[in-house]
């Protein structure tokens, strides 16, 4: 067995069926075992953001993705992907190929060097050991094993990145088998912390007037979501979620009231969260659109993470997340079901009209209504991109567990359209990608990615020649009428169709709601080959979502709404 051997061999034993990759010379002795090697499949990218954001759409259905690369200027422009993964808990293998020995021997003692090479030998390594649990350089095929295989658990520990680099001369080496399986090592929690913990969490809920479940991705990362779905049951605690962990169950439950994304949340999720007195934080990661949340209630809210448990302004180190849940279910168990809290009779915000001109929020409804009608959000995944739409599409109830994918927290534009090969593969399901145009015409070559694994992904573009999103944070006035967006924020206008038919995809451009509705049927059909959409919006329209999150809501809303939620906020009597 070589190096290229071991690492497929362990990966295969893992679940990993498909590698996303970009080829190099040094990698070459990699790739070539690998397309020898059954039940493992090289899935070629255009440029390294594709592999980088396919890995990562394909972590978060299978729980391990794959990007192979060459060294420096592979690695380098893979590295924003990789950053997203590690912030949002994506065990994603970077495999990474570089000089050989007598290479590295000359460029040290010589000074000669080699290309892609910054000079520095070990940079990649270095480099990525910011955004990495693990990072490994196998430079001896004896030691290839012990090195893969720590790594690899690191990452089935930690669920985040890791990194693997190999020299080119030691791919073909000789090395030891694979012994027994490789498992995540979760470090224990210290029994008193957790009693300790557990006690206090218990007593707050038991006095909270409103408590409210606030779950986030790690539910999902580290396996949990049977033991959330029991506590949902169990409370009978109305839940929500982060925008990046939204479906982290299903959310055709009564109990779920809306994804909350600070200001941008939908009416019902807004009045909850700004009434309860006791947030349930599980598994979130807790970005800057929860500022208000975090101001307002920081010392009311139990947060639990995959690091620690803080309950109000008391932390509680070597508690575990999965400890933690079970501890506290054994808590609910013991007490008995309970009734669901009613929840308040919020008005809903209004919908517009689905008829006329396009906008994000007609095309929102249009499209998700045929989605739902159709009966097709089982056989779907709904992927946003960092952009208004992300915002309105996260007001979307009743979808299935894992059948929404976001990169919320890193927030790079560009991900949808790249992460949608992965979704593709690893979920088994038709991609419905949003995108904004802006993040589009980063990563526009992915489409031939598509075609050449014969996805059926269909990827709208938001079509509003400018930045919304940025916009809206520097300067909400430009949205006026009359008004116009700063000259950074502005994007050129490109002719889809012929972007469509260069790459040889089926293209389709809609401005109204009679147009998109006509098209949905044809497109959504469409198997063997991907569709982009051109959705045209105008320039000036401000979602009220996104209006919401870049100014303040009114405070007569506020207010109205938090007496509401105190006014139903106790569960009925027994």
């Not at 422009?77 to 970077?94: I, K, Q």
């Not at 991705?217 to 979501?225: F, H, K, M, P, S």
């Not at 009311?300 to 690091?307: H, I, P, Q, R, S």
């Not at 308040?344 to 906008?359: E, I, K, Q, R, S």
Request: charged share 15%; aromatic share 8%; hydrophobic share 45%.
């Amino acid at each position: 067995m070589t190096v290229s051997d071991y690492i497929l061999a362990r990966l295969k034993q893992l679940g990993l069926e498909h590698i996303f990759a970009v080829p190099g010379d040094y990698a070459s002795p990699f790739l070539s075992v690998l397309d020898q090697t059954p039940g493992i499949t090289r899935v070629p990218n255009i440029n390294e953001l594709g592999s980088g954001y396919a890995a990562d759409g394909y972590a978060r259905f299978r729980g391990i993705g794959a990007a192979c690369v060459q060294y420096g200027v592979g690695t380098f422009s893979l590295l924003n992907c990789t950053a997203g993964s590690y912030v949002e808990r994506l065990p994603v293998v970077v495999i990474s190929a570089s000089p050989k020995t007598s290479d590295r021997k000359l460029e040290r003692q010589q000074g000669i060097l080699f290309h892609h090479s910054t000079g520095n030998l070990r940079a990649d390594q270095q480099v990525f050991q910011r955004v990495t649990v693990a990072s490994e350089i196998v430079n001896d095929a004896g030691a290839a094993p012990a090195q893969i295989d720590r790594a690899l658990t690191a990452m089935l520990t930690h669920q985040r990145p890791i990194y693997i680099e190999v020299l080119n001369d030691i791919w073909a080496k000789e090395c030891a088998e694979p012994v027994g399986m490789l498992a995540a090592q979760p470090r224990p929690s210290d029994p008193a912390a957790l009693e300790a913990a557990v006690a206090a969490a218990w007593t707050r809920i038991q006095e909270a007037r409103l408590p409210v479940l606030w779950l986030g991705v790690e539910i999902q990362r580290y396996g949990l979501q049977e033991l959330a779905q029991e506590l949902v049951e169990l409370s009978g605690l109305p839940f929500t979620t982060t925008s990046v962990g939204k479906t982290v169950l299903d959310e055709s439950q009564p109990q779920f009231i809306g994804t909350y994304a600070g200001p941008a949340s939908p009416a019902l999720t807004r009045a909850v969260m700004a009434a309860t007195d006791c947030p349930i934080a599980l598994g979130t990661i807790i970005t800057d659109d929860y500022l208000d949340i975090m101001k307002a209630s920081f010392g009311a809210m139990l947060e639990v993470t995959d690091e620690e448990v803080r309950i109000g302004y008391q932390h509680y180190p070597y508690v575990t997340l999965p400890d933690f849940l079970d501890a506290l279910l054994t808590r609910f168990r013991a007490a008995g079901a309970r009734p669901a809290y009613e929840l308040p009779a919020v008005p809903a915000d209004p919908t517009p009209a689905l008829t006329g001109p396009l906008t994000y929020n007609t095309f929102y409804g249009a499209l998700t209504g045929f989605l739902h009608d159709q009966q097709l959000t089982h056989d779907t995944v709904l992927v946003l991109g960092e952009s208004t739409s992300l915002y309105v599409f996260g007001n979307l109830m009743g979808l299935p567990r894992n059948s929404f994918v976001a990169q919320a927290a890193w927030g790079s534009l560009g991900h949808e359209t790249g992460c949608a090969l992965g979704v593709a593969l690893g979920s088994g399901k038709q991609p419905v990608v949003v995108a904004g145009d802006g993040g589009f015409m980063m990563v526009c070559q992915e489409l031939s990615s598509l075609v050449r694994a014969k996805s059926n992904a269909v990827v709208f573009v938001m079509s509003n020649q400018g930045y919304a999103i940025e916009q809206a944070f520097v300067d909400i006035n430009a949205f006026q009428p009359g008004q116009e967006f700063a000259e950074f924020d502005l994007l050129p206008s490109w002719d889809y169709a012929a972007l469509a038919q260069a790459f040889g995809v089926r293209g389709y451009r809609a401005e109204t709601v009679e147009e998109l509705q006509q098209h949905l049927p044809e497109i959504m059909a469409t198997t063997g080959q991907p569709c982009l959409v051109e959705i045209v919006i105008p320039k000036h329209d401000l979602a009220p979502q996104l209006a919401r999150l870049a100014g303040a809501p009114p405070a007569t809303e506020s207010r109205q709404q938090h007496r509401l939620a105190l006014a139903a906020s106790r569960p009925p009597s027994s």
